[in-house]
Every structure is written in structure tokens, then in C-alpha cells.
Nanobody, 122 residues
């Protein structure tokens, strides 16, 4: 398994931007597909974006398509989530996760970070 630590969350006004980072430990990071998920209070954890091990394929939830961009730097063992045009409904704890295969299903992911809070004010 890989250990994950998210950073970059915070408070931003609607229409603003944030970039989340997820740093991974271990020498096998480049063999994992990575995903970003989020969970708002009282709601289930939901898929946001995913990226293949090479970075060649990316996938997004309809709710963030065109506003969020997932990317990775395997040399730095880091995956990013650039979030633009943020909306109040994007407010949630954001988690990164690692899995051998690309997936949008939280239960498929065996390694999770501790999460970082993103709050978007109206």
C-alpha cells in the first residue's frame, strides 16, 4: 500500500480557485491509478476525478467537468487537483486515494489520505 497526505485546502470565494496536492510515499507510486473523492456533511463520499498510472487517461464527475483538472507528477510522487470556478456546492472534505486500476468507486480504493477541507463561500 501507499501512504497519502493531502494539502492545499482552504476557504475561497465562489468563482475562485484552489489546487490540492496529494503526496505519496513509497517507490511504487507510478504503478497506481489515483482518484480524488469528496464528502460533504451528511452525504456519501462521491467521485470527483481519476487518473491512470501514466497520466494518459483522466476521468471526471459530470459536476466538475470543465472546471477541475487532475494531473500527476510521478517523479515527485504527487497527484494534483486544480479546481477553478468553484461553487458553494463544491464545499467538502477532499480525499485522494490509490488503486491498481482506474475506478470511480470508493470501495475499490485501498489507500486513502486523511482529507483536506475545501470551503467555498457564496
Amino acid at each position: 500500500q501507499v501512504q497519502l497526505v493531502e494539502s492545499g485546502g482552504g476557504l475561497v470565494q465562489a468563482g475562485g480557485s484552489l489546487r490540492l496536492s496529494c503526496a505519496a510515499s513509497g517507490r511504487t507510486f507510478s504503478s497506481y491509478a489515483m482518484g480524488w473523492f469528496r464528502q460533504a456533511p451528511g452525504k456519501e463520499r462521491e467521485f470527483v476525478a481519476a487518473i491512470s498510472w501514466s497520466g494518459g487517461s483522466t476521468y471526471y464527475a459530470d459536476s466538475v467537468k470543465g472546471r477541475f483538472t487532475i494531473s500527476r507528477d510521478n517523479a515527485k510522487n504527487t497527484v494534483y487537483l486544480q479546481m477553478n470556478s468553484l461553487k458553494p456546492e463544491d464545499t467538502a472534505v477532499y480525499y485522494c486515494a490509490a488503486n491498481r486500476l482506474v475506478s470511480s468507486v470508493p470501495a475499490d480504493f485501498g489507500s486513502w489520505g486523511q482529507g483536506t477541507q475545501v470551503t467555498v463561500s457564496s
